[in-house]
Nanobody
């Protein structure tokens, strides 16, 4: 049975960087597109970024363009979200999401895991 765990969150100052990981066990992430969602306090969950099995990526949130980079290591069954130039408004719980159609269409992404908290504050 597929089990997904997000990690890498924490407290960081504005302008800092973090790298989140989405690691799977129990089954392979092969042929899945993997995305990241986030949910800030009091706000709705929003899509952040997605990467297909072959490495095609897309950002759903304009606010992360040029600052966040999604990547994957299929051999390690892991997807990463490199977050640079972090801002207080990036504070949220970040969740990993899977898309069995490998299309990175927002509607096809299903959130897995419990999320990892990112707090950007001085």
């Amino acid at each position: 049975q597929l089990h997904v765990v997000e990690s890498g969150g924490g407290l960081v100052q504005p302008g800092g960087s973090l790298r989140l990981s989405c690691a799977a066990s129990g089954a392979t992430l092969d042929y899945y597109a993997i995305g990241w969602f986030r949910q800030a306090p009091g706000k709705e969950r929003e899509g952040v970024s997605c990467i297909t099995y072959t490495g095609g990526s897309t950002n759903f949130a304009d606010s992360v363009e040029g600052r966040f980079t999604i990547s994957r290591d299929n051999a390690k069954n892991t997807v990463y979200l490199q977050m640079n130039s972090l801002k207080p408004e990036d504070t949220a719980v970040y969740y990993c999401a899977l898309d069995a159609s490998d299309s990175c269409r927002l509607a096809f992404l299903t959130v897995w895991g419990q999320g990892t908290l990112v707090t950007v504050s001085s």
